[in-house]
C-alpha cells in the first residue's frame, strides 16, 4: 500500500470515529476490524489497556482529533509490521464503486451489529451458525450481474471498508454459484444470506461449504425492497 493509500485510509476512519456519536465504540469496531488486542494497541501507543478500554467503553471522555490520529496511526503501523494484509484489502477497496444493478446496497456501520438483528431485518433463516455472531457492514449483491461481470479481484470490493460483514446475494436459485465464488476471496464474510429460496430449494453442499469456512448461511425470501429499508436503519 502506498503512502498515500494509507494517508488516506487514515483519513477515513479518523473522521469515522471523530463524527460518530459513540466515538469509542467505533473505534473498538476498527480495533476489531485490524484484528488488533487492546494491550496491542496500548503498546503501540505507549499507554496502559486500561486507556484504551476507557475510551473504548465511554468511561473516558471522548478521545480528542489527536488521540485518534495517533491511534488509527498505530493500528496502521501494527497491521504494516504484520504484513499488511488489512492495508492491501482496505487498499482494493478505497476507491470501490459498482454500478447500481450489481450492487444494491454497500454499508459500513458505525458499531458492531448482532448477526441475530441482521437476521431479523432480513427475515432471514439461519442454516448454519458461523463462528461469529456480530458484523460491521453489509453488501446486497446481485448475484447474476456480479458473477457474470466481476473478476476475483472486484469480488474484493464487495467487502468495503470491512472484512466482518454479511454478504447477501439476490436472485438465487440454489447458492452453488456465489458460495463457489466466495472460496477464491479471502478473508471470508462472517455471514452470507442467500435471497429468493427457502431451504428445501438450498444446494446440497451448501452448508458444508459454510461450515468449512466458519461463516453463517441464511436464507430469505422477503421483498427485496422492503428488506432494503430495513436494512438502512441498521
Do not use: C
Not at 471498508?161 to 464474510?189: C, I, K, M, Y
Amino acid at each position: 500500500m502506498s503512502q498515500r493509500a494509507r494517508e488516506e485510509l487514515a483519513r477515513r476512519i479518523a473522521g469515522e470515529i471523530t463524527l460518530s456519536d459513540d466515538p469509542g465504540a467505533t473505534l473498538r469496531k476498527w480495533r476489531t476490524d485490524f484484528d488488533v488486542s487492546q494491550t496491542e494497541l496500548a503498546g503501540q501507543l505507549g499507554v496502559s489497556s486500561s486507556v484504551v478500554s476507557d475510551y473504548e467503553s465511554g468511561r473516558r471522555e471522548s478521545p480528542g482529533i489527536g488521540v485518534v490520529r495517533r491511534t488509527v496511526e498505530a493500528l496502521i503501523a501494527i497491521d504494516a509490521d504484520r504484513g499488511g494484509d488489512r492495508l492491501r484489502q482496505y487498499a482494493r477497496v478505497i476507491s470501490a464503486g459498482f454500478e447500481s444493478d450489481v450492487v444494491l446496497d454497500l454499508r459500513e456501520y458505525t458499531t458492531a451489529v448482532p448477526l441475530s438483528t441482521f437476521h431479523d431485518a432480513m427475515d432471514a433463516t439461519e442454516i448454519v451458525a458461523g463462528d461469529r455472531d456480530r458484523i460491521y457492514g453489509h453488501t446486497v449483491i446481485n448475484s447474476i450481474q456480479a458473477i457474470s461481470r466481476l473478476s476475483s479481484e472486484e469480488f474484493y470490493r464487495l467487502y468495503g471498508q470491512s472484512t466482518n460483514r454479511a454478504l447477501v446475494f439476490t436472485n438465487v436459485t440454489r447458492g452453488e454459484s456465489p458460495l463457489v465464488a466466495l472460496r477464491v476471496v479471502t478473508p471470508t464474510p462472517n455471514a452470507v444470506v442467500l435471497h429468493g429460496i427457502d431451504e428445501d430449494d438450498l444446494w446440497d453442499h451448501a452448508d458444508d461449504l459454510a461450515r468449512a469456512d466458519g461463516f453463517s448461511l441464511a436464507v430469505a425470501d422477503r421483498d427485496i425492497d422492503d428488506a432494503l429499508e430495513d436494512l438502512r436503519d441498521l
